[in-house]
């Protein structure tokens, strides 16, 4: 359990791009047990029918890898395209690997500017969808601190809307819950900065949040 303990936010920021640390092989391997990890995730429902075209899986949620070269390269467009991306390009630029985990409705509501149907409706399906992918990205967050990878989950910022949405080939009619930033394992050392979470600490005393019923 110390690892769920000790799983904290890490926000790692640099300037200019870092070179990958990890080999093809290696970053695979990585990539490979923390996708592991997030299908062991519990579901109630399977998705629906609409989304098994591409990806067959029956899981209520998609995720889109992106590995360094590929990061570096979403600064190098986000430029190209005049696109302010502030924080999110300096993760791109020092991330390993980064992970766009998204959930899949199964009814949908009128799109938003993001171009994702939000608000979807509330019913008890979308419910389960919902909660099953918040812990499959609990599970590769911990599984990340694990084997030692500091990492930070965003809501996405900038990924979200085109063109960068487009840029990392994520359908519109799947809603984002989380862009995964998966670090060097030698990050503190070499970061511009690091931001970690300003709520870690906050409302944490059991009796605030839990009662005897």
């Known amino acids: 359990m110390d690892e769920i303990k000790h799983r904290k936010t890490q926000k790692v920021l640099a300037n200019n791009p870092w070179t990958p640390s990890l080999t093809e092989g290696e970053r695979g391997k990585l990539v490979q047990e ?10 109630h429902y399977e ?38 991306a502030g924080k999110i390009s300096q993760m791109l630029n020092t991330a390993e690997v980064l992970f766009i985990v998204t ?12 171009g994702e149907p939000i608000p979807f409706t509330g019913n008890l399906r979308n419910m389960e969808h919902l909660a099953a992918t918040g812990a499959a990205i609990q599970n590769m967050l911990v599984g990340a ?14 990924l979200r809307f085109d ?22 394992k030698d990050a503190e050392s070499r970061a511009d900065e690091i931001m970690h979470g300003k709520l870690r600490e906050k409302g944490k005393a059991l009796d605030t949040w ?4």
Request: charged share 20%; proline share 8%.
């Open 210 to 213: 839990s009662k005897k019923v």
């Open 103 to 114: 959930w899949l409705p199964d009814t949908f509501g009128e799109p938003d500017t993001f």
């Open 47 to 84: 998705s629906a029918g609409k989304y098994r075209t591409d990806l067959t899986s029956g899981l209520p949620f998609r995720c889109y890898v992106a590995d360094a070269v590929r990061c570096r390269a979403a600064v190098d467009y986000a430029t190209v395209e005049k696109v302010q």
């Open 145 to 158: 601190t694990a084997l030692g990878y500091p990492n930070y989950w965003s809501s996405g910022g900038v």
């Open 34 to 43: 923390l996708l592991t990890l997030a299908a062991a995730a519990p579901y």
């Open 163 to 184: 063109p960068m949405r487009s840029h990392f080939n994520v359908p519109n009619e799947e809603i984002i819950l989380g862009t995964l930033f998966i670090f060097p």
